[in-house]
């Protein structure tokens, strides 16, 4: 079994607004990704976690907001976010975070910022 | 500066006319390249992984072949439920950890 969950499927938001995405994995992988993807575009990374510690940040804004609670789950929490960051975030995990491990990405959720 | 390019931007084909995707990479160090596919406003489905030159894998009627400078991805006999982008990604030992992906082939079968 190779499925990483995520809920919710669609969001829509005010710029004033906090909300949450979460993400789920039960295939004991021990690193877990945020991307963020625009519209024909390819999957930009944002954080990534390594048993349960975070180990990249790609100079996201401090209005995204990452948390590990566990190693089977990965929440991005979201507070005043812009128009511009309207996207389809997913989520991905792996075995580990060696290069060359295959990552796994969840069925996205599709981000409204109104 | 490691770079990964696919091409065609978009192809079309009709249905059971079989064609090659690309995916070029100038990186340091490969250690392992990545194809996807991708339907609109879903995430990336893990097709294959290739890791040295020479190796090939299938499943279909897709298969993937690696060079020391490029990747193809070969459709064989496409059909309509085969339209998606198809992504390449990267990783390098020389990157660290980041995965460079590709910008996509968008990939479009008429019955």
């Known amino acids: 079994d190779t499925e990483v969950t995520q809920t919710p499927k669609h969001l829509v938001m005010g710029m004033t607004n906090k909300k949450s995405l979460k993400c789920e994995q039960h295939m004991g992988h021990r690193a877990m990704y945020w991307y963020k993807q625009k519209a024909k575009k390819p999957p930009e990374l944002m954080f990534v976690?390594?048993?349960?510690?975070?180990?990249i940040n790609e100079s996201v804004p401090s209005r995204f907001s990452p948390e590990c609670p566990n190693s089977s789950l990965l929440n991005l929490h979201l507070h005043a976010l812009q128009p511009e960051d309207s996207a389809l975030y997913l989520c991905?995990?792996?075995?580990?975070?060696?290069?060359?491990?295959?990552?796994?990405f969840g069925p996205g959720t599709r981000l409204l910022v109104l | 500066e490691d770079q990964v390019t696919q091409s065609p931007e978009a192809l079309r084909l009709q249905e059971g006319e079989s064609s090659s995707l690309n995916c070029s990479y100038t990186v340091s160090g490969l250690r392992g390249l990545f194809w996807y596919r991708q339907d609109p406003g879903k995430g990336p489905e893990f097709l294959f992984t290739l890791y040295s030159a020479g190796e090939e894998k299938e499943k279909e009627r897709l298969k993937a072949t690696l060079t020391k400078k490029e990747s193809f991805l070969h459709i064989t006999a496409p059909k309509p439920e085969d339209s998606a982008t198809y992504l390449c990604?990267?990783?390098?030992?020389?990157?660290?950890?980041?995965?460079?992906f590709g910008a996509g082939t968008r990939l479009f079968v008429k019955a």
């Open positions: 991905a995990s792996s075995q580990d975070q060696a290069v060359g491990e295959t990552q796994y």
């Open positions: 990604a990267v990783q390098a030992g020389t990157g660290g950890f980041k995965t460079i």
């Open positions: 976690y390594s048993y349960e510690k975070l180990s």
